[in-house]
Protein backbone atom coordinates (compact mmCIF):
# COMPACT_ATOMS: atom_id res chain seq x y z
CA UNK A 1 0.00 0.00 0.00
CA UNK A 2 1.14 3.83 -0.83
CA UNK A 3 1.79 5.96 1.83
CA UNK A 4 -0.87 8.42 1.64
CA UNK A 5 1.32 10.97 3.02
CA UNK A 6 2.91 11.89 -0.11
CA UNK A 7 2.51 14.04 -2.12
CA UNK A 8 2.46 13.90 -6.23
CA UNK A 9 3.20 16.64 -8.84
CA UNK A 10 2.38 17.45 -12.44
CA UNK A 11 4.33 20.55 -13.22
CA UNK A 12 5.62 21.72 -16.45
CA UNK A 13 4.48 24.57 -19.11
CA UNK A 14 0.61 24.74 -20.59
CA UNK A 15 -0.18 23.01 -23.58
CA UNK A 16 1.94 20.02 -22.64
CA UNK A 17 -0.72 17.55 -20.97
CA UNK A 18 -0.63 18.42 -17.54
CA UNK A 19 -3.77 17.64 -16.59
CA UNK A 20 -4.59 14.42 -18.47
CA UNK A 21 -1.80 12.64 -16.97
CA UNK A 22 -2.37 13.88 -13.66
CA UNK A 23 -6.13 11.99 -13.67
CA UNK A 24 -4.09 8.91 -14.86
CA UNK A 25 -2.28 9.18 -11.80
CA UNK A 26 -4.61 9.74 -9.58
CA UNK A 27 -6.74 6.81 -10.64
CA UNK A 28 -3.63 4.59 -10.66
CA UNK A 29 -2.47 5.59 -7.03
CA UNK A 30 -6.30 6.29 -5.32
CA UNK A 31 -5.37 10.49 -6.07
CA UNK A 32 -7.27 13.53 -6.00
CA UNK A 33 -6.49 16.52 -7.45
CA UNK A 34 -5.11 19.92 -6.12
CA UNK A 35 -5.31 22.60 -8.94
CA UNK A 36 -1.91 24.45 -8.71
CA UNK A 37 -3.17 27.47 -11.40
CA UNK A 38 -3.33 30.74 -10.35
CA UNK A 39 -6.39 31.45 -13.42
CA UNK A 40 -8.29 28.54 -12.56
CA UNK A 41 -9.25 29.94 -9.03
CA UNK A 42 -11.47 31.88 -10.61
CA UNK A 43 -15.40 31.39 -11.50
CA UNK A 44 -16.62 31.01 -14.88
CA UNK A 45 -13.28 31.55 -16.55
CA UNK A 46 -13.41 27.96 -17.92
CA UNK A 47 -12.63 28.03 -21.17
CA UNK A 48 -9.59 30.30 -21.23
CA UNK A 49 -8.24 28.68 -18.41
CA UNK A 50 -8.22 25.14 -19.80
CA UNK A 51 -10.65 24.01 -16.74
CA UNK A 52 -10.87 20.09 -16.68
CA UNK A 53 -14.85 20.30 -17.61
CA UNK A 54 -17.24 18.59 -15.03
CA UNK A 55 -17.86 16.18 -17.35
CA UNK A 56 -14.33 15.12 -17.80
CA UNK A 57 -13.08 14.93 -14.19
CA UNK A 58 -12.57 11.37 -13.33
CA UNK A 59 -11.70 11.92 -10.06
CA UNK A 60 -12.03 14.87 -7.21
CA UNK A 61 -11.25 18.00 -7.81
CA UNK A 62 -9.93 20.87 -5.44
CA UNK A 63 -8.45 24.74 -6.10
CA UNK A 64 -10.86 25.66 -9.10
CA UNK A 65 -13.42 28.24 -8.40
CA UNK A 66 -12.46 29.60 -5.67
CA UNK A 67 -13.45 33.36 -5.98
CA UNK A 68 -14.83 35.50 -8.71
CA UNK A 69 -13.11 37.59 -11.47
CA UNK A 70 -10.81 40.01 -10.14
CA UNK A 71 -11.39 39.38 -6.58
CA UNK A 72 -8.69 39.85 -4.34
CA UNK A 73 -6.72 36.49 -3.93
CA UNK A 74 -2.77 35.91 -2.99
CA UNK A 75 -0.24 32.57 -3.15
CA UNK A 76 -0.28 33.01 0.48
CA UNK A 77 -3.91 32.60 0.75
CA UNK A 78 -3.31 29.82 -1.79
CA UNK A 79 -0.33 28.03 0.42
CA UNK A 80 -3.28 28.08 3.31
CA UNK A 81 -6.07 26.60 1.33
CA UNK A 82 -3.91 24.02 -0.37
CA UNK A 83 -2.39 22.69 3.01
CA UNK A 84 -6.35 22.30 4.34
CA UNK A 85 -7.27 20.40 1.29
CA UNK A 86 -3.49 18.01 1.57
CA UNK A 87 -4.70 17.22 5.27
CA UNK A 88 -8.36 16.33 4.51
CA UNK A 89 -7.18 13.98 1.37
CA UNK A 90 -4.64 12.36 3.38
CA UNK A 91 -7.37 11.74 6.12
CA UNK A 92 -9.57 9.92 4.06
CA UNK A 93 -6.17 7.59 3.58
CA UNK A 94 -5.59 8.85 -0.72
CA UNK A 95 -2.74 10.60 -2.54
CA UNK A 96 -3.05 14.61 -3.54
CA UNK A 97 -1.83 14.96 -6.63
CA UNK A 98 -0.66 18.73 -7.44
CA UNK A 99 -0.84 20.10 -11.05
CA UNK A 100 -0.42 23.12 -12.73
CA UNK A 101 1.52 25.78 -14.29
CA UNK A 102 2.12 28.15 -11.88
CA UNK A 103 5.14 27.64 -10.32
CA UNK A 104 5.19 29.87 -7.45
CA UNK A 105 1.63 28.25 -6.24
CA UNK A 106 3.32 24.99 -6.94
CA UNK A 107 6.19 25.60 -3.98
CA UNK A 108 3.97 27.43 -1.91
CA UNK A 109 2.11 24.34 -1.45
CA UNK A 110 4.90 21.98 -0.65
CA UNK A 111 7.84 24.31 0.55
CA UNK A 112 8.55 26.00 3.23
CA UNK A 113 7.91 29.28 2.37
CA UNK A 114 6.89 31.70 5.09
CA UNK A 115 5.01 34.49 3.58
CA UNK A 116 5.24 38.27 4.71
CA UNK A 117 1.70 39.36 6.23
CA UNK A 118 1.50 41.71 3.11
CA UNK A 119 0.85 38.71 1.36
CA UNK A 120 -2.97 38.61 2.04
CA UNK A 121 -5.69 40.86 0.75
CA UNK A 122 -7.34 43.74 2.26
CA UNK A 123 -3.60 45.81 2.23
CA UNK A 124 -3.93 49.45 3.07
CA UNK A 125 -0.42 49.64 2.55
CA UNK A 126 -0.79 48.01 -1.32
CA UNK A 127 -3.63 50.43 -1.79
CA UNK A 128 -2.11 53.23 -0.88
CA UNK A 129 0.48 52.69 -3.97
CA UNK A 130 -1.73 52.16 -6.55
CA UNK A 131 -3.19 55.56 -5.61
CA UNK A 132 0.23 56.81 -5.80
CA UNK A 133 0.31 54.44 -9.06
CA UNK A 134 -2.64 55.86 -10.47
CA UNK A 135 -1.74 59.55 -9.59
CA UNK A 136 2.10 59.80 -10.67
CA UNK A 137 2.71 56.68 -13.48
CA UNK A 138 4.36 53.34 -14.10
CA UNK A 139 7.62 54.85 -14.33
CA UNK A 140 7.84 57.49 -10.92
CA UNK A 141 6.55 54.21 -9.05
CA UNK A 142 9.67 52.39 -9.76
CA UNK A 143 11.65 55.54 -8.97
CA UNK A 144 10.12 55.46 -5.66
CA UNK A 145 11.50 51.75 -5.56
CA UNK A 146 14.27 52.62 -6.76
CA UNK A 147 15.11 54.81 -4.10
CA UNK A 148 14.22 52.61 -1.00
CA UNK A 149 15.62 49.25 -2.31
CA UNK A 150 17.57 49.45 -5.73
CA UNK A 151 18.80 46.26 -5.53
CA UNK A 152 14.97 44.91 -5.99
CA UNK A 153 14.41 47.75 -8.70
CA UNK A 154 17.17 46.12 -10.33
CA UNK A 155 15.50 42.94 -11.52
CA UNK A 156 11.51 43.90 -11.73
CA UNK A 157 11.00 45.48 -15.30
CA UNK A 158 9.37 49.43 -14.62
CA UNK A 159 6.15 48.04 -16.46
CA UNK A 160 5.11 44.69 -13.92
CA UNK A 161 3.79 47.81 -11.53
CA UNK A 162 2.26 44.50 -9.50
CA UNK A 163 5.92 43.68 -8.85
CA UNK A 164 7.22 46.90 -7.83
CA UNK A 165 4.25 47.75 -5.72
CA UNK A 166 5.09 44.21 -3.60
CA UNK A 167 8.15 45.21 -3.84
CA UNK A 168 7.68 48.73 -2.25
CA UNK A 169 5.17 46.94 0.62
CA UNK A 170 7.91 44.34 1.40
CA UNK A 171 10.56 47.54 1.39
CA UNK A 172 8.01 49.03 4.26
CA UNK A 173 8.33 45.43 6.10
CA UNK A 174 11.69 45.47 6.36
CA UNK A 175 11.94 42.98 3.74
CA UNK A 176 13.61 43.02 0.33
CA UNK A 177 11.89 41.64 -2.85
CA UNK A 178 15.31 40.68 -4.19
CA UNK A 179 16.61 38.80 -0.98
CA UNK A 180 13.08 36.79 -0.53
CA UNK A 181 13.09 35.61 -4.84
CA UNK A 182 16.96 34.64 -4.35
CA UNK A 183 15.61 32.69 -0.68
CA UNK A 184 13.15 30.65 -2.40
CA UNK A 185 15.78 29.25 -4.55
CA UNK A 186 16.86 27.47 -1.62
CA UNK A 187 13.90 26.80 0.50
CA UNK A 188 13.14 23.22 1.88
CA UNK A 189 10.34 21.31 1.25
CA UNK A 190 7.46 20.30 3.80
CA UNK A 191 6.49 17.22 2.41
CA UNK A 192 7.62 14.05 1.01
CA UNK A 193 6.82 15.02 -3.06
CA UNK A 194 7.68 13.03 -6.00
CA UNK A 195 7.27 15.72 -8.73
CA UNK A 196 6.74 14.96 -12.62
CA UNK A 197 7.86 17.42 -15.04
CA UNK A 198 6.09 17.44 -18.85
CA UNK A 199 8.67 18.83 -21.39
CA UNK A 200 7.86 19.66 -25.28
CA UNK A 201 10.13 20.36 -28.15
CA UNK A 202 9.42 23.91 -28.82
CA UNK A 203 7.86 23.56 -32.27
CA UNK A 204 5.29 21.09 -31.19
CA UNK A 205 4.41 23.12 -28.06
CA UNK A 206 3.74 26.04 -29.86
CA UNK A 207 1.39 23.84 -32.37
CA UNK A 208 -0.27 22.37 -29.68
CA UNK A 209 -0.78 25.99 -28.08
CA UNK A 210 -2.19 27.21 -31.30
CA UNK A 211 -4.69 24.14 -31.35
CA UNK A 212 -5.62 24.96 -28.18
CA UNK A 213 -6.56 28.08 -28.41
CA UNK A 214 -8.54 27.12 -32.04
CA UNK A 215 -10.75 24.82 -29.74
CA UNK A 216 -11.21 27.31 -26.84
CA UNK A 217 -12.68 29.28 -29.85
CA UNK A 218 -14.72 26.48 -31.62
CA UNK A 219 -15.82 26.05 -27.53
CA UNK A 220 -17.18 29.54 -27.09
CA UNK A 221 -14.70 31.83 -25.91
CA UNK A 222 -16.27 34.60 -26.95
CA UNK A 223 -19.52 33.60 -25.67
CA UNK A 224 -17.85 33.34 -22.06
CA UNK A 225 -16.64 36.72 -21.79
CA UNK A 226 -19.47 38.17 -22.92
CA UNK A 227 -21.31 36.32 -20.19
CA UNK A 228 -18.55 37.56 -17.69
CA UNK A 229 -18.33 41.48 -19.08
CA UNK A 230 -22.19 41.57 -18.22
CA UNK A 231 -21.66 40.20 -14.75
CA UNK A 232 -19.67 42.79 -13.85
CA UNK A 233 -16.04 41.33 -14.18
CA UNK A 234 -14.21 43.74 -16.58
CA UNK A 235 -11.56 44.68 -14.43
CA UNK A 236 -10.66 40.97 -13.51
CA UNK A 237 -10.78 40.19 -17.29
CA UNK A 238 -8.13 42.77 -18.65
CA UNK A 239 -5.70 42.13 -15.84
CA UNK A 240 -1.97 41.61 -16.70
CA UNK A 241 -2.35 37.71 -16.32
CA UNK A 242 -5.92 37.21 -17.82
CA UNK A 243 -3.77 35.86 -21.04
CA UNK A 244 -7.15 34.77 -23.28
CA UNK A 245 -9.44 36.76 -21.62
CA UNK A 246 -7.84 40.44 -21.67
CA UNK A 247 -7.28 40.08 -25.93
CA UNK A 248 -11.20 39.30 -26.64
CA UNK A 249 -12.35 42.07 -24.49
CA UNK A 250 -9.85 44.49 -26.24
CA UNK A 251 -11.49 43.20 -29.49
CA UNK A 252 -14.88 43.49 -28.38
CA UNK A 253 -13.75 47.40 -27.48
CA UNK A 254 -12.64 47.87 -31.20
CA UNK A 255 -9.28 47.78 -30.47
CA UNK A 256 -8.23 44.99 -32.49
CA UNK A 257 -10.13 42.33 -34.84
CA UNK A 258 -11.03 39.42 -33.52
CA UNK A 259 -8.54 36.99 -35.92
CA UNK A 260 -5.74 38.75 -34.54
CA UNK A 261 -7.09 38.97 -30.76
CA UNK A 262 -6.37 35.00 -31.58
CA UNK A 263 -3.55 35.15 -33.06
CA UNK A 264 -2.29 37.45 -30.14
CA UNK A 265 -3.57 34.62 -27.25
CA UNK A 266 -1.37 32.01 -29.47
CA UNK A 267 1.81 34.80 -29.20
CA UNK A 268 1.06 35.74 -25.11
CA UNK A 269 0.61 31.78 -24.17
CA UNK A 270 3.72 30.41 -25.84
CA UNK A 271 5.45 33.28 -24.03
CA UNK A 272 4.18 32.44 -20.91
CA UNK A 273 5.10 28.93 -21.98
CA UNK A 274 8.53 29.80 -22.03
CA UNK A 275 8.32 31.71 -18.75
CA UNK A 276 7.38 28.66 -17.20
CA UNK A 277 9.78 26.74 -18.43
CA UNK A 278 12.60 29.17 -17.02
CA UNK A 279 10.96 28.67 -13.79
CA UNK A 280 10.67 24.65 -13.35
CA UNK A 281 13.98 23.81 -14.86
CA UNK A 282 15.86 25.40 -11.99
CA UNK A 283 13.63 23.10 -10.28
CA UNK A 284 16.32 19.90 -9.67
CA UNK A 285 13.53 17.62 -7.97
CA UNK A 286 11.52 17.09 -11.41
CA UNK A 287 11.53 13.96 -13.10
CA UNK A 288 11.19 15.41 -16.64
CA UNK A 289 9.17 12.86 -19.03
CA UNK A 290 8.79 14.13 -23.64
CA UNK A 291 5.14 14.77 -23.44
CA UNK A 292 5.12 14.32 -27.35
CA UNK A 293 3.47 10.67 -27.14
CA UNK A 294 0.69 10.90 -24.40
CA UNK A 295 0.24 7.03 -23.63
CA UNK A 296 4.32 6.92 -23.27
CA UNK A 297 4.74 9.50 -20.95
CA UNK A 298 1.69 7.98 -18.58
CA UNK A 299 3.59 5.07 -18.87
CA UNK A 300 6.67 6.18 -17.54
CA UNK A 301 5.81 8.54 -15.15
CA UNK A 302 3.66 5.70 -13.28
CA UNK A 303 6.66 3.92 -13.44
CA UNK A 304 8.79 6.64 -11.81
CA UNK A 305 5.95 7.33 -9.20
CA UNK A 306 5.49 3.69 -8.56
CA UNK A 307 9.36 3.23 -7.71
CA UNK A 308 9.57 6.27 -5.58
CA UNK A 309 6.11 5.82 -3.71
CA UNK A 310 7.10 2.35 -2.63
CA UNK A 311 10.90 2.93 -1.88
CA UNK A 312 10.17 3.40 1.96
Not at 31 to 46: C, L, N, R, T
Not at 77 to 88: E, I, M, N, P, T
Request: negative net charge; aromatic residues 8%; glycine residues 8%.
Amino acid sequence: MIASDKIICVVGPTATGKSELAQNIAEHVGGEIVSADSMQIYKGMDIGTAKVPLSERRVAHFGLDLVDPGQPYSVALYQRYARSVFKDIASRGKIAVVVGGSGFYVRAAIDDYDFPKGEQTENPVRERYFRYLAENGVSALWDRLDEVDPKSASVIHPNNTKRVIRALEMREEGISYADQVQRLQVIEPVFDTVMIGLSCQRELLGARIGKRVDTMREMGLEDEVSQLLDAGFRDGLTSQHAIGYKEIVDAFDGGRSIDQAYEDIKQATRRYAKRQRTWFRKDERINWIDCADADAAASQALDIIDAKLTAD
